[in-house]
């Protein structure tokens, strides 16, 4: 499949959202004329699904923009991108219609970005707007950016009309995508939470478990007795989202409970005994986001001072950075180790795919719409979360 091409509509204009609706839906049936010219590759519009994207400023969008249109090369979807600035002086609605195309088999297969912006009190009627651009009878995901509020009326209104919520934790916290899954759980109907950042880590999720692949490791897995966890930031720095979420995985895989202590919290194996979590810093390079999750150490076994099995994944960030743009063609090597007590140890390098946010979100919405290990791993981080497990 070839790059992604535009074929732009007319220009943003401010207004009354009704006309702007009507505006844009008449653009919308001029960008699909048949092409004059006869050799032109005939136009295929194909829809699949709704996408909606919500900003909170117009620059996060426009950086954002190139995300959906890549996704929408490989999923067919209409993307509707609108930015939200209830405190901007202005009191106006603009958008404009795109077609995004790419070639496939000698056809151009095209979808379509519908661009939005509300501005001060118009901010209010943007839910309607949006929904008023939905294909009906297709499913609808919205990703949005930023921090997110519950009773936000504009999110309660999209929310009610899509079957999946995706979160970026990296824009917002682990703690904005635990208040949203909380949210969740408690509503009749509602649509199923997803977050990025859970994406990001099922590479290191399949890497930890190689660990124990073999029937001899397998049952070490229960006899965990120590866990590093690295992230790129600052000492001091609270618990990033990958970190979370990679703890609140290993814990629930594995029946682990917490409990308090004189105010500290303490992890506990199904047998009863104690596991020791550290959270650890690595220098953040530049073009890597603040609480990447950059190395995990792991010690199993019957005598923690004599550990039968010592495991290793480190990430050299930024290892696949390649240019001032911060373009990542490859990504990061990571290093995995394993030793056995009395053993050798394995090692192995391993350079994850393209480290790009239109492959995660395309990711995403490919994995199944319930998820049940990552609102396990979600309800379990609640606790570390709570705790405030900083970085030492």
Same mark, same amino acid.
Not at 132 to 137: C, Y
């Given at each position: 499949m070839s790059s992604v091409t535009t074929m732009p509509g007319a220009p943003e204009s401010g207004g009354k959202a009704s006309n702007l609706i009507t505006r844009i839906e008449n653009e919308?049936?001029?960008l699909w004329k048949p092409p004059e010219d006869p050799t032109a590759p005939p136009l295929s519009r194909v829809c699949t699904m709704n996408i909606e994207v919500v900003a909170p400023t117009k620059e996060l969008l426009e950086r954002y923009t190139p995300i959906p249109d890549e996704v929408t090369a490989s999923i067919? *979807? %209409?993307a509707i991108l609108a930015s939200i600035e209830p405190d901007s002086a202005a009191e106006e609605v603009t958008g404009s219609?795109?077609?995004?195309?790419?070639l496939a088999g000698g056809k151009k297969i095209c979808s379509e970005r519908i661009s939005l912006g509300f501005h001060g009190n118009a901010? *209010? %009627?943007a839910a309607s707007a949006i929904e008023?651009?939905?294909?009906?009878?297709i499913p609808t995901a919205l990703v949005w950016l930023g921090r997110v509020h519950t009773d936000d009326p504009v999110f309660e209104d999209l929310a009610r009309n899509t079957s999946r919520i995706i979160l970026d934790s990296e824009y917002t916290s682990i703690s904005s995508v635990i208040h949203v899954a909380a949210w969740a759980r408690s509503q009749r109907h509602a649509p199923e939470i997803s977050d990025l950042a859970w994406t990001r880590i099922a590479a290191w999720q399949e890497l930890l478990a190689r660990f124990f692949d073999d029937a001899?490791?397998?049952p070490l897995a229960s006899k965990i007795t120590r866990i590093v966890l690295k992230q790129a930031g600052e000492t001091g720095a609270r618990i990033g989202p990958e970190s979370a979420l990679m703890l609140g995985w290993i814990g629930t895989r594995l029946g682990w409970k917490t409990s308090r202590l004189a105010g500290a919290l303490r992890f506990k194996r199904e047998d009863g005994a104690a596991v020791t979590i550290e959270l650890d810093a690595v220098p953040r390079p530049k073009g890597?986001?603040?609480?990447?999750?950059a190395a995990l150490m792991i010690e199993a076994g019957d005598d923690p001072h004599a550990p039968a099995l010592r495991g290793s994944i480190e990430r050299e960030l930024a290892s696949g950075l390649t240019d001032q743009a911060n373009t990542t063609p490859d990504a990061d090597v990571i290093d995995w180790k394993c030793t056995r007590a009395g053993g050798a140890e394995i090692e192995q390098r391993i350079?994850?795919?393209p480290n790009k946010a239109a492959k995660w979100l395309e990711r995403t919405l490919h994995r199944p719409l319930r998820d049940v290990a990552f609102a396990e791993s979600v309800a379990f981080a609640e606790h570390i979360v709570e705790d405030g497990l900083t970085v030492s």
């Open positions: 919308l049936r001029e067919p *979807a %209409r219609a795109t077609v995004v195309c790419s901010s *209010a %009627r008023a651009f939905l294909v009906p009878e001899e490791t397998r890597v986001a603040p609480h990447t999750l350079r994850l795919g």
